[in-house]
């Protein structure tokens, strides 16, 4: 959990932290704390998994990974885990998940998102996926993205 | 895609983690990399101007924090697709959002504060649209880690 100055802490660095040469300094004077106190946070938000990581977050279409494919399949609810497991597993899923279905008209409990520089490259993907899930895979599809619609990560 | 050189590159496929917390953190990075602090923070500003980036800094997991992210979609019909994009988009929970090819064609991930916050969201949504929405909440997560490298 987060106390007030941790969140004072998010809502100014979540837009990014500041390009200058002292960016937790600038941070410090930002907030009126001191720098130690800043580091110390964001320290402790990472070690606590709070803050997934620091650094770059690319735009993936802008680094050539143009194919965006949400592959998603309706496998059998009792062996879903141990084969989410598996799918998570392969070297090239970026994303997966185990979510409900929304009957009928979307009957796919496992979500894994393929990336690639061409939609046949995502469809090969996807093939082993369904190669992997064999006889438990009931019914799936791929849902490309065509747009960006917005893309600002999490503001609180 | 923009031009990016070898240097660029590197910056891309290895600091997408482990920034360091300390004094001067950049010229830290830019020593790494042989390069100067004031080269790595003009490339930095230029990478995220040029949208390659979109953001430099903390990733946050607002489920850590006691919020909630939940994956939603909406059938939008096309004639009203600008507007309810408009909509949807307005609000803050929205935090990305995606045309995808289905019927369901429109994806948005939904982060609030408290878990509360993602009923008030749809409703506020289906409110303004008009337009029912499929919440998709994750039930396990098996992996997530959205590291990929600059394509050559």
């Given amino acids: ?156 | 895609m923009p031009e990016l050189d070898a240097v660029d590159r590197q910056i891309i496929d290895q600091w997408q983690g482990g920034f360091p917390i300390c004094a001067s953190p950049y010229a830290e990075v830019a020593g790494q990399l042989g390069i100067v602090e004031d080269d790595l923070l003009q490339r930095l500003e230029r990478l995220l101007a040029d949208k390659v980036l979109t953001r430099f800094g903390p990733m946050y997991q607002i489920e850590r924090m006691g919020g909630a992210f939940v994956l939603a979609a909406i059938a939008v019909p096309e004639a009203r697709y600008e507007a309810v994009t408009a909509q949807v988009n307005a609000l803050p929970q929205v935090a990305h959002n995606y045309r995808r090819e289905h019927a369901l064609n429109m994806w948005f991930v939904l982060a609030t504060e408290t878990p509360g916050g993602i009923a008030e969201a749809i409703a506020r949504i289906e409110s303004d649209t008009g337009l029912p929405v499929h919440a998709f909440p994750k039930e396990r997560e098996y992996f997530v880690e959205m590291k990929l490298a600059v394509r050559q």
Avoid at chain 1, 22 to 33: C, D, E, F, S, V
Avoid at chain 1, 88 to 109: D, I
């Fill in chain 1, 1 to 156: 959990m987060i106390d007030d100055l941790d969140r004072a802490l998010i809502v100014a660095t979540q837009d990014g932290l500041p390009l200058v040469a002292r960016p937790y300094h600038a941070l410090a004077g930002q907030l009126g704390w001191s720098a130690e106190e800043v580091m110390r946070r964001l320290q402790k938000l990472l070690d606590t998994g709070i803050i997934r990581r620091i650094g770059a977050v690319p735009n993936h279409y802008a680094i050539g990974w143009t194919a965006n494919g949400m592959t998603v399949w309706d496998v059998p609810d009792e062996r879903v885990d141990a084969l989410g497991a598996q799918v998570g597993g392969l070297e090239f899923v970026t994303h997966c998940y185990r979510r409900p279905r929304a009957l009928p008209a979307w009957p796919y409990n496992l979500f894994a998102m393929v990336h690639g520089n061409s939609r046949e490259e995502v469809r090969a993907k996807a093939e082993v996926i369904a190669h992997l899930l064999g006889e438990n895979c009931r019914a799936n599809d791929v849902l490309f993205s065509t747009r960006i619609l917005k893309k600002s990560g999490l503001r609180i």
